[in-house]
């Protein structure tokens, strides 16, 4: 199956201020990478997507890229404010995607100090 | 639409005792998956299935059954609860072809003592 690994796993930032998380991959027929956010006590939720047929996209303040060659992809928030706090996670699907199966990473925790 | 629906909300179960866990959604979604959430391990799969009457194994299944008897609900079982089990669960689903994102129940936080 596919190996995410996700980096940092704590991430402290002031507001205002940029925050990356990055997420390696080991299976190079991934073609789909997406990331969560999972507020404190909520259900993880979609917040970007990225398909392998773009390297980077954006959404107001978060963006993804996605480098292929290298098999990592990040995220990407500018301007942070307290509402970013989360706990934030990548994934990638199991070879060819079409059971629908992710694997994710085991998480990011940022904090964004006002 | 409510979405994804989890019941309980909250369990406690004493070690031996077993339980179900049903996860419901009103999507039409074919595949469902199942996860436990544990602290610095991200969200791991038990079991999953792609449609009507069909189950997979994901990556820790040991301790856990399932069941998709219909279409918008997804069973999952404890037969002998252990301590190890205490987490979160999560249920998700998610449409066919390129609609890929999945959609999160609430959760569902047991306690096995």
Known sequence: GENVEQHPSTLSV???????IKCTYSDSASNYFPWYK?????RPQLI???RSNVGEKKDQ????????????FSLHITETQPEDSAVYFCAAPQRGSTLGRLYFGRGTQLTVWP | N????QTPKFRVLKTGQSMTLLCAQDMNHEYMYWYRQDPGMGLRLIHYSVG???TAKGEVPDGYNVSRLKKQNFLLGLESAAPSQTSVYFCASRGTGEAYEQ??????????T
């Open chain 1, 38 to 42: 999972q507020e404190l006590g909520k």
């Open chain 2, 52 to 54: 009507e009457g069909t």
């Open chain 2, 103 to 112: 959609y999160f129940g609430p959760g569902t936080r047991l306690t096995v």
């Open chain 1, 61 to 72: 303040r978060i963006a993804v890229t996605l480098n292929k060659t290298a098999k990592h």
């Open chain 1, 14 to 20: 002031q507001e205002g201020d940029s925050a990356v």
């Open chain 1, 48 to 50: 970007i997507d990225i």
């Open chain 2, 2 to 5: 409510a979405g994804v629906t």
